[in-house]
């Protein structure tokens, strides 16, 4: 049965409140974990030109459509403008490329992936400098981006746009500078990072917040190690109040989770490929928590970002880099 729980965007869309993660989901592994989720009734599929996985996702699309098993007006698909191509001249050419390995003739939602840009080289290499950092545009500008996200939206390529990981203050500056408000800021949200005040704001602006990492995301430890970056990430299934409270639903962890997500009002996109946790991860509108509960899990907040981006060294130097790790001052 599809996901039949929706927000409301502030241009009238809908947007299902769960849906299915896929970075760090290697092409085969997201044939076969998209065929599972589209089949327990997923409809949210989130991706973005980086996770190197528009193709894979293009080809099931294709194959549900063309066996009518789903109408294109029933999936939202989200894709992201990169941080290789945040520059103007860069929007258009860019998601016409994603919609090409997507196989379809428009996104539901096109966001700007970072409020930050980097270099690449001809072959599509990132440039680096001589201590090895990511070589960094600091010539970004949102405003001038964003006026031609909105003309993807008047010309049919995008029936949403928004940002992600932007702050509150970018956000802000945002709005002083459009025609069409975004509708989206997708940001790592989770009872260890709350950032009430960037999700309140959205909220009072009519900013429909998603949550990536709903679940922590142990996939960045891997990023972090192939960066040679040490950092211990915490476990958020193994917090003793998200695991007491699931033992009173008779629900697994994650699912406490997502739930306290969804009842706080933000949208999520858990990440996995595992058939059971798939399955599990939308099953999550048959309990609700109590008032005291959505309380205990609300007060677990640490301020503890997983993603970082310690793994992409060199993003730091930019001016619109806004987060803390180990090498920002």
């Known amino acids: 049965m599809a996901c039949t729980k929706f927000v409301t965007l502030n241009n009238g869309e809908k947007m299902p409140v769960i849906g299915v993660g896929t970075w760090q989901a290697p092409d085969d592994e997201i044939e076969t974990a998209l065929d599972v989720a589209l089949a327990a009734g997923y409809r949210h599929i989130d991706t973005a030109p980086v996770y190197g996985n528009e193709k ?3 080809r099931v699309l294709k194959r549900w459509l063309d066996a009518g098993k789903v ?6 698909i989200v894709t992201k403008l990169p941080p290789i191509a945040n ?3 860069e929007v258009e050419p860019t998601i016409k490329q994603s919609l090409a390995d997507l196989q379809l003739d428009y996104v539901d939602m096109y966001l700007v992936h970072t409020p930050f840009t980097v270099f690449i080289n001809p072959d599509g290499s990132f440039q680096y400098d001589d201590e090895g950092r990511v070589k960094v545009d600091k010539s970004t500008n949102h405003a001038a981006v964003w006026a031609e996200m909105e003309k993807l939206v008047a010309n049919g ?4 746009i928004g940002v992600s990981n932007f702050s509150k203050e970018q956000v802000a500056r945002l709005l002083q500078n459009c025609k069409i408000r975004p509708a989206n800021n997708q940001i790592e949200h989770h009872v260890y990072l709350q950032q009430r005040d960037l999700v309140d704001f959205c909220k009072a602006e009519n900013v ?8 922590g995301s142990k996939g960045i430890a891997k990023f972090n190690t192939a960066a040679g970056v ?3 990430l915490p476990d958020l299934m193994d917090i003793p109040e998200v695991k007491e409270i699931a033992a009173a639903h008779k629900k697994t962890p994650a699912q406490v989770l997502l739930r306290w997500i969804i009842d706080t009002g933000v949208v999520a996109i858990p990440k996995s490929t595992n058939e059971a946790r798939l399955k599990q991860n939308l099953d999550v509108f048959d309990f609700e928590l109590s008032a005291e509960e ?5 007060a677990l907040d640490k301020n503890i970002r997983i993603c970082d981006f310690s793994f992409f060294r060199g993003v730091e130097q930019h001016p619109e880099f806004t987060f803390k790790n180990q090498f920002t001052n």
């Open 71 to 76: 109408k294109r007006e029933e999936l939202y």
């Open 87 to 89: 520059r103007p001249h």
């Open 208 to 215: 429909v917040v998603t949550a990536y990492s709903p679940l």
């Open 56 to 58: 894979a996702i293009g």
């Open 230 to 232: 040490v950092r211990d």
């Open 294 to 298: 959505v309380a205990r899990l609300s």
């Open 157 to 160: 390529l995008a029936k949403s």
